[in-house]
């Protein structure tokens, strides 16, 4: 470590920073990242100095630190899928090489007002719903929710999705083939059922995915995914001549 300089212009929390992320660089912390105190004593300053520079290690997405838990090194996320294909989790996990399965935590038909109105159905109409914990090389990796209308549905009542795909079922079974959706992702906090199921504390994040899959112009699928942000992550190829390049086949 580089010790501070108090006579520097530079705020002692930059300092820090800096020197913590050369030190990462080096692989100086490829066993264990070192807790507050022990960076309050090898620096010589502040606990909220160094509770500063962590923040910042955070938001770079270098260091996961929780509330009264040890902070270790971000991995890299297990799963990439590219972003502008109609893609199959389940596709996704086995093509990154991770044994899988489900926890079928619900399937039925049944009624759901905010779920039809997704659809755009009446609230009253029957609906298909599956909800699965997705687990991936034994760890939980996402909670999935599907809704679509029963008559598509109903063909997929008996099928074992502990070790299947959505949507090849969907197609084997109902003849029900996908053409395209629309997806928003953004990054959620989620509530204390689905922060225990996926195995996250309470100030870390998730990727909650809304999904509304398409044939030909019926919206056939609403989908709500949560989604461990330290195990997946979305990616875009793109060019300074081309721009971004969506549509990847999955």
Do not use: C
């Not at 199959?88 to 049944?110: K, N, P, T, W």
């Not at 039809?116 to 939980?140: K, S, V, Y």
């Amino acid at each position: 470590m580089r010790p501070v300089d108090r006579g520097s212009p530079v705020p002692l929390w930059a300092q820090v920073y800096d020197d913590l992320r050369r030190r990462l660089a080096d692989g100086e912390f490829s066993e264990e990242f070192p807790g507050e105190m022990s960076l309050v004593e090898q620096y010589g300053i502040s606990r909220n100095t160094v509770r500063e520079a962590m923040r910042r290690l955070r938001s770079d997405g270098v260091v996961v630190a929780g509330r009264g838990r040890k902070p270790k090194l971000a991995k890299e996320t297990e799963i990439e899928q590219p972003l502008g294909a109609l893609y199959s989790l389940f596709a996704s996990v086995e093509s990154s090489g991770l044994d899988q399965r489900s926890v079928v935590r619900d399937v039925g038909i049944r009624t759901d007002a905010v779920a039809a109105d997704r659809l755009g159905l009446p609230a009253d109409t029957a609906l298909f719903h599956l909800e699965r914990l997705r687990i991936a090389a034994g760890e939980p990796l996402a909670i999935d929710r599907v809704w679509m209308p029963a008559d598509r549905g109903a063909p997929l009542l008996d099928v074992d999705f502990r070790h299947t795909g959505f949507y090849h079922e969907l197609l084997t079974r109902a003849g029900v083939a996908l053409t395209g959706g629309r997806e928003l992702v953004r990054a959620v906090l989620p509530d204390a059922g689905d922060r225990r199921l996926l195995q996250l504390g309470g100030d870390e994040a998730a990727l909650s995915i809304d999904r509304i899959s398409y044939t030909g112009d019926e919206p056939v699928e609403w989908r709500h995914t949560l989604v461990r942000g330290d195990r997946f992550s979305l990616v875009a190829e793109f060019s300074a001549k081309a721009g971004y390049q969506l549509g990847v086949p999955v």
